[in-house]
């Protein structure tokens, strides 16, 4: 019998055990999900080069959940420790960010991954409409794709979070910020406030970029796909 358990909070990069199979093959389908979705991403960003001498991606990173990270979800949400309950209740095993130029380029390349007839929606939530109450700005999206095994075509869910230069730099320092966890609560909450100004300083300055690239022509490939 599976000891998913211990699976779950031991690293799989030990020796080969046969017993960790199942879950070594759950993990690669992340995996390989993750390398399609990047794929779509880069032939857009690849296109958008050729066609239009500019590239809306900065930057692509990818990342897998750790198998302990996992665990300590299921176990906190009061889940079953199985690997159907791993693919049910957690959506962000495997995750992928795209640092934009602009904030219009967001939603563009929302738009054209959601219309390939290969990915499906599952979530989306706007925290640039709506920010989190810290004055965190992203896109994120669940999406479902396929990938193709020797003899079955499985479909794998990947978390989608697409920010600009300016929210994705704000993100990373207040993480390392926010998490000293030798300061007082006191001064906590004053660099909370003052992280949130700074939010809004970055939201003020996407604003005000993406004003001075409307001057230019609205782009013609999403016409062309309406």
């Not at 690669?28 to 500019?54: G, H, N, P």
């Not at 219009?104 to 054209?112: G, K, P, R, T, V």
């Not at 909370?192 to 300055?205: M, P, R, T, V």
Request: proline content about 3%; hydrophobic content about 35%; charged content about 35%.
């Amino acid at each position: 019998m599976i000891d998913l358990e211990h699976l779950l909070t031991t690293s799989l990069d030990d020796d080969f055990d046969e017993s960790a199979l199942p879950l070594r093959q759950l993990m690669t389908y992340y995996r390989c999900a993750l390398k399609e979705i990047e794929t779509k991403f880069r032939v857009l960003d690849e296109q958008f080069s050729m066609y239009y001498d500019r590239n809306p991606i900065e930057n692509i990173e990818t990342r897998i959940k750790r198998t302990s990270s996992i665990y300590r979800k299921l176990k906190g949400r009061g889940l079953p420790l199985t690997f159907e309950s791993m693919e049910t209740n957690n959506f962000d095993i495997a995750g992928i960010r795209i640092v934009s130029s602009f904030l219009d380029d967001i939603y563009m390349l929302e738009e054209l991954l959601l219309k390939q007839d290969d990915v499906r929606l599952i979530e989306r939530k706007d925290y640039i409409a709506k920010p989190k109450p810290n004055g965190y700005r992203s896109l994120h999206l669940i999406v479902e794709i396929p990938i193709f095994l020797a003899n079955e075509k499985k479909w794998v869910k990947v978390e989608v979070q697409i920010r600009t230069i300016a929210m994705d730099l704000w993100a990373s320092l207040e993480h390392k910020l926010r998490y000293k966890k030798e300061l007082s609560q006191e001064r906590l909450d004053e660099i909370s406030q003052d992280l949130y100004e700074c939010a809004e300083i970055c939201a003020h300055l996407d604003e005000k970029m993406g004003r001075l690239k409307r001057s230019e022509k609205k782009n013609p490939i999403i016409k062309q796909q309406r």
